[in-house]
């Protein structure tokens, strides 16, 4: 039964169709490094200064900046022909360019981390907050107390990139996928006239259920894997290999004010596995759906639009604060993963604060089962009547 | 084995399809006969588990079905008036699939569906894919499909409809081979595929059992009944409107006409020897012209 089912979702051409339309976007998707960090001039600045970043580090760096914002300010002056907006600088000059203005950024980052921290030490006494906002800053604090000093400078543009793929193009291949292998599995036996002969078998009530949610994980997890497994192998095509995966998350552009004390390769392997988690949560909401609504094209539409208004409502900057919520809470934002690390964000359960990923999950995880219990419930209900 | 169907009965928003419907079942063939639109698969979908009864109850040796579940449908083969295939299955793939929702072991289902390909003669079309298939053929795996868990109640909705006479004639004999220990429920609008085979008719008109008895009593019931005058072609549509007319014949002498009426028709008027077309004349031609 579980291999027929499989055959059923996987002899579908549409999917690969799609599958590798979407490949074929990603392989054409401009990315790789700057050519200037290719240069050997970059990389013997750059294995001078990678590393943790002291004060003094830091202070030089600006110090080397403007001397070389001073240089290129007299160049400009000098050069008579207007056409050219910005003089033709030296590789070395480039790269040094480079080199010294991402440390200057890293000590602006430490110096706002110290300030995020003052500010929690004066929340979390109290005088002008009130008790759940103390409660909370203290969580932060400890949070960033715990995480130490996590800034240095590390070129993590590959390993950007990969993580990068999973709150973008990993999040929409991978819904549009689901949405569209997982839509048919219970209406298409509606749609074929051949749900009367299934139902009227032995287990055509609550195995196939349970055969048909396997097949649904299966289809799932070699979308999931196929899918992670292209992007890495294209990334290390781009950049030769990912570098700098021990190091600590913040040290990635996107996670610079996450309080989570993790390293990148750590953050990776957590959000492929929520993801994975949401890919399931998701697949359970398109059957549930293909169960209910008995038809491919409906239960497409609809899944759609659970999973897709949230995202746009995010994407058009809507934040009434119940939309907010509602945003919080979808399927797309566990699905994207990021938004659950990139900052500190809690609710107060019960007077305490609890963190947005904990709750969420613990949310998502509470719908599955209610999902899986209403795929059971309904089918076994239904009726068949033409 | 005893299947009780006690009294059930189906309502569609505004329509009653099936009306207190009573009947007991015992090992052999029953016939359902009714007109279109009289609630035969309707009654059928109730008794294959795939449809709930707006009241009453069905059981099978005292035991209510709907709470027998599993048990019940594991011993059910239910061929659907109306089904489809998966398109890019061939024979083999779908009767596998249908063994495995039976619960037949791999080993017995692999030789099982061979033995139903076989029953159904489909052996020399088994891997070619189901979208090829013609509609006889697709009506004769559906049977095949019924007939794979061995089951004990037998249901199977119109199931000569586009099988041509030789498939036919070898449904009917395989009918009658395994219905000696197991109930068979048979619908159709071809009397003669149960001439020979079925134990009891049921009749039914417009939700309701109106009669129910075997083939010789029906036939005994329109004895004396049943009319063969020649007529002119003027005279016939007055005919048709006053008297259950069957078969008009062209003959040299004007058109001979087969008449079913409880008193002769007119003087010429010879009685002949009924079928179980007349039977069917002559319980359910009012109800044709009530609806014209
Ligand atoms: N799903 C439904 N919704 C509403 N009415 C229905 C439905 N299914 C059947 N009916 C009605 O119930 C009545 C009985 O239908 P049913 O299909 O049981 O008749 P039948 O005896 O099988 O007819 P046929 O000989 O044409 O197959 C019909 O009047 C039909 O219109
Ligand atoms: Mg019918």
Known sequence: ?386 | MRLTIEKISKTFKDKQAVTTFSAELTEGVYALLGPNGAGKTTLMRMLADIMKPSSGRILLDDKDISLMGDHYRDILGYLPQEFGLYKNFNAIRFLSYFASLKGLDKEKAKTRVEEVLKLVNLQKDRKRKLRTYSGGMKRRLGIAQALLNDPKILIVDEPTAGLDPQERVRFRNLLSEIAGDRIVLLSTHIVTDIEYIAKEVLLMRQGELIQRSTIEKLLESVEEKVWKCSVEQGALSQLQKSYKVGNIQRAESGIEIRIVSDVKPMPNALSVSPTLEDVYLYFFEKEAEENV
């Open chain 1, 1 to 386: 039964m579980y291999k027929q089912e499989c055959y059923k979702i996987f002899t579908r051409k549409s999917l690969y169709f799609a599958f590798l339309l979407f490949v074929l976007f990603m392989v054409i998707l401009p990315g790789g490094s700057t050519p200037i960090i290719q240069t050997d001039e970059y990389q013997t600045l750059y294995e001078e200064w990678r590393g943790p970043l002291s004060r003094t580090e830091i202070d030089l760096a600006n110090q080397k900046l403007e001397e070389l914002q001073n240089r290129i300010d007299q160049e400009m002056e000098q050069t008579e022909d207007l056409e050219v907006v910005f003089p033709p600088q030296s590789i070395e000059e480039q790269a040094a360019f480079r080199v010294y203005s991402s440390v200057a950024s890293i000590g602006r980052y430490i110096d706002s981390f110290q300030q995020r921290k003052e500010d929690l030490q004066e929340a979390t006494r109290g005088s002008t907050t009130t008790a759940y906002e103390s409660e909370e800053a203290r969580l932060e604090l400890n949070m960033l107390n715990e995480l130490g000093q996590p800034f240095g400078f590390y070129n993590t543009t590959a390993w950007g990139n990969t993580v990068d793929f999973i709150n973008v193009f990993a999040f929409i291949i991978l819904t549009i996928l689901i949405v569209l292998g997982l839509s048919p599995v219970f209406a298409d036996e509606h749609s074929q006239k051949s749900i009367s002969l299934i139902r009227s078998t032995k287990h055509g009530k609550r195995k196939i259920v349970t055969t048909k949610i396997l097949a649904s994980c299966t289809y799932i997890v070699s979308l999931f894997v196929t899918l992670h497994i292209i992007n890495v192998a294209l990334e290390v095509r781009k950049f030769g290999a990912l570098m700098d995966g021990t190091v600590p998350l913040q040290n990635l552009f996107l996670f610079i004010q996450s309080p989570f004390s993790l390293t990148i390769w750590q953050y990776y392997a957590i959000a492929l596995g929520i993801q994975f988690f949401a890919s399931l949560v998701i697949g359970l909401l398109v059957l549930f759906l293909s169960i209910v609504t008995r038809n491919g094209m409906l239960t497409f539409f609809i899944s759609g639009a659970v999973i897709g208004t949230p995202f746009l409502f995010r994407q058009l900057g809507i934040d009434q604060p119940f939309i907010q919520y509602v945003t919080q809470f979808s399927y797309a934002e566990l699905m994207r993963v990021k938004g659950l690390f990139d900052q500190f964000v809690a609710f107060p359960l019960f007077d305490q604060p609890v963190l947005y990923p904990v709750l969420l999950i613990s949310t998502f995880l509470l719908v599955a089962i209610l999902t899986m219990y209403l795929i059971y419930h309904q089918y076994k209900n239904q009726q068949i009547m033409n």
